[in-house]
């Protein structure tokens, strides 16, 4: 099972529908909540399952999800072109084009 964070997303906005004044953007913390609860669901049934890309921007967001699933039995690296990267960072945290600030907050990435 693959666990898309921009599927999660979706569905967390899905709940703010009938919201008077629905977010924005959703939390980062309620899109782990949906994704662990959706582990929780493929544990029991002990189906395997493999992340594409991690909710937030900040590490502490993957840690936090493997706090709960534990160690992983694999970990694959898919690697792309840099220009490719920046274009999902961009999409990812709503921004239009890559400044400064954004280089610098990446640097360690």
Known sequence: HVIDVNQAIEECKKKHEGDEEPPETIPTEEVLEHIIN?????????????FDTVPGTDPAHFDALLDYVGTPDYVLNIDCDLGVRKMRYLAKIEAE???????EQTKGL
Not at 97 to 103: Q, R, V
């Open 97 to 103: 084009e890559w400044t400064d600030d954004i280089e």
């Open 38 to 50: 959706t582990i929780e669901s493929l544990k029991q049934t002990k189906s395997k399952f493999v």
